[in-house]
């Protein structure tokens, strides 16, 4: 298929390693790309509803002092000049990071999260911060204190979630790149539902520091946006060693982008046969079933595997991460920040209302489980029990990545769903994150990236899974498919 | 295994959250339909399996013991509900 670049001309439609590019090369100034975006989040934003915040003054100010220091070279980077969005839970100093909740409405952050530290160092310009499912909890974005976002593809549609406000700004081309975090499948199940790209980097890849906690031995942050290529920019300035995360992975990180034109040639692929059995929607699989056909003709071996304990990954995740949760979401206490109820009458008054009156619905039903399932006499039973399971989860794809190079299937069963069709029905819900799951309790990088449409016109998403570090490669297998298709070029028509 | 409006309370009680009495039905009915998803466990025999608490094994690193922080307390309250002279207010505890 052809590239249609040479008919690209407006600033908001170019990639981000097009404006990388351009800025380089003195084709256009930081200040001239900066106005093009937020002009573009200006008009197309209330549509959407995928800022909580629009940072205009300051994204103004950045670019201003970054095209000085480009002028003076003293600012070389890729990534200078280029804007983003960050999801509102990682932490920007002075700026309201609320976490899609109204617990933190009034939460300006005193310091920056790491990943922010390193985006402020390499010159990106933040436009603002994204919409989410309160405390990264849901699969709609239907979970947030600030409205549903959603999906530019139909707005009568959920974007996914919870990094859904990140992933409807990248569809709808109101960001050329922005930053997620992935629990159970919340950078991966909206981008296949927006028709982007998005990586979820192996457990401890990217630092957790300043990022607010979900489920600590989960959470973990990831690039999205149009391409595998543009996602392989943004994780060469995000990963790496931190010590400030007890967690970091000390593993070397290398250049992500040197290895993405790689030969696919001989590439062994797995298809877990667990992740087209019952549940998966007829018309994703004819997608997916085509979209595999392809990475044949592009010299790939297909093979299937078995995952025989991947059933058992949502309950499993079910327990996890909402035993992990209660315990984070300890820290909000209504006395050192965040919401505080009015007159409390004593201590345990004030810690009851605030949080009752702070927290959203799920994520109060989330910590009713998860104390529950850690509470004294239930521990065995559950939590115990689950993380065993999680063991065997975990065992299954190190057998499986002894006969293959990499995993596919569909990042999720269905396309994305109508707004208000699911809220009702929590396990319902849960299953939105079926395929997505079992990766994130094995802690291996996953990432989603447009395969084609349904009968609906909504986009659907090929998982690709690697082994443990293995970025890189899973960067080269997507950019190699982008080369030969067009289906992540696709902007949505009333955004085109 | 099912959760009773009384052992609704007592774990709402644990986690430091005010559920209002008239809520506590829905909440039991909610609560039972999540934690019967989980009853699927059950069937899986892990006997002799060990528990994954870190996905990849790791253990904790340990660093020297020496002051790395700075002191930003003025900073950090900054954003507190109620502080004074660098304590945090909260509603008498003692009486």
């Known amino acids: 298929m052809s590239h249609p670049h040479s008919q690209i001309t407006s600033l908001t439609q170019l990639s981000l390693k097009d404006l990388s590019d351009g800025l380089q090369a003195g084709r256009f100034s930081v200040m001239e790309i900066t106005d093009a975006w937020l002009a573009r989040i200006e008009k197309f934003n209330p549509l959407l509803n995928s800022f909580i915040t629009v940072l205009a003054d300051g994204a103004r100010t950045q670019a201003q002092q970054i095209d000085n220091q480009i002028r003076k070279g003293e600012l070389t980077h890729t990534l200078a000049g280029v804007p983003y969005a960050l999801k509102d839970l990682f932490c920007t100093d002075g700026v309201l990071t609320s976490c ?28 603002g911060k994204n919409n989410m499912d309160e405390f990264a909890m849901g699969s709609s974005n239907e979970n947030s204190a600030y409205g549903v976002v959603r999906n530019p593809w139909n707005t009568e549609y959920v974007p996914g979630g919870s990094s859904g406000g990140g992933a409807a700004a990248v569809a709808a081309r109101l960001a050329p790149f922005v930053l997620g975090t992935d629990t159970g499948g919340s950078i991966r199940q909206p981008a296949s539902f ?50 400030r995360d007890s967690t970091s992975a000390q593993e070397p990180v290398g250049d992500y982008t040197a290895s993405l034109n790689n030969s696919i040639e001989g590439l062994k692929i797995g298809l877990p046969k667990q992740f087209f059995a019952a549940g998966l929607d007829p018309d994703v699989a004819t997608v997916i079933e085509r979209g595999v056909k392809e990475f044949e003709a592009l010299g790939a071996i297909i093979k299937e595997i ?28 209504g006395v050192r920040f965040g919401h505080r109820c009015d007159n409390p009458k004593d201590l345990r008054d004030l810690y009851e209302r605030s949080r009752w009156e702070g927290f959203g619905e799920e994520v109060k039903r989330r910590i009713m ?38 995993i596919m299937g569909p990042a999720a069963p269905t396309t ?35 395969i084609g449409f349904d009968e ?15 970025e890189a490669r899973m960067l080269n297998i997507a950019h190699r498919y982008q080369q030969t298709t067009d289906w992540h070029l696709r902007v949505p028509a009333k955004f085109a | 295994m099912s959760i009773s409006v009384d052992e609704v309370k007592k774990v709402a009680g644990l986690a430091r959250l005010g559920i209002p009495e ?74």
Do not use: W
């Open chain 1, 456 to 470: 609906h016109q909504l986009p659907v998403g090929m998982q690709l899974i690697g082994n443990y570090f293995q």
């Open chain 1, 194 to 243: 927006c028709g982007i790209t998005g990586i979820k980097p192996t457990y401890g890849r990217v630092s957790r520091f300043g990022m607010i906690a979900f489920a600590s031995s989960l959470d973990q942050a990831g690039p999205m946006a149009v391409s595998a290529e543009d996602c392989a920019i943004a994780l060469n300035v995000i990963a790496g060693f931190d010590e």
């Open chain 2, 22 to 95: 008239e809520r506590l039905d829905e909440y039991s009915t909610k609560l039972n339909s999540i934690l019967g998803m989980m009853e699927q466990l059950s069937a899986i025999d892990t006997k002799g399996v060990e528990p994954l608490s870190n996905p990849l094994d790791s253990v904790q690193r340990l660093r020297e013991d020496v002051v790395t922080e700075t002191n930003q307390r003025d900073k950090y309250q900054t954003i507190a509900p109620e502080v004074e002279e660098g304590l945090y207010l909260v509603p008498k505890v003692i009486e």
């Open chain 1, 306 to 333: 078995d995952l025989p304990n991947s059933h058992m990954a949502v309950p499993v995740y079910y327990i996890i991460a909402p035993a992990e949760a209660s315990s984070n979401l300890s820290r909000f206490d």
């Open chain 1, 369 to 406: 489980v998860g104390t529950y399932a850690l509470s004294a006499g239930y521990y065995d039973a559950y939590y115990l029990k689950a993380q065993q399971v999680r063991r065997l989860i975990k065992q299954d794809f190190v057998e499986a990545f002894k006969q293959v190079d990499v």
């Open chain 1, 100 to 127: 899609g909740s109204k617990m933190l409405h009034n939460f300006v952050a005193p310091y920056d999260a790491h990943v922010t530290t390193k985006l402020k160092q390499a010159g990106a310009v933040l436009l």
């Open chain 1, 416 to 450: 994305a769903f109508k707004i208000g069709e699911k809220v009702d029905d929590q396990v319902a819900m849960y299953l939105a994150d079926l395929y997505t799951i079992p990766t994130s309790l094995a802690g291996l990088p996953g990432m989603s990236f447009p």
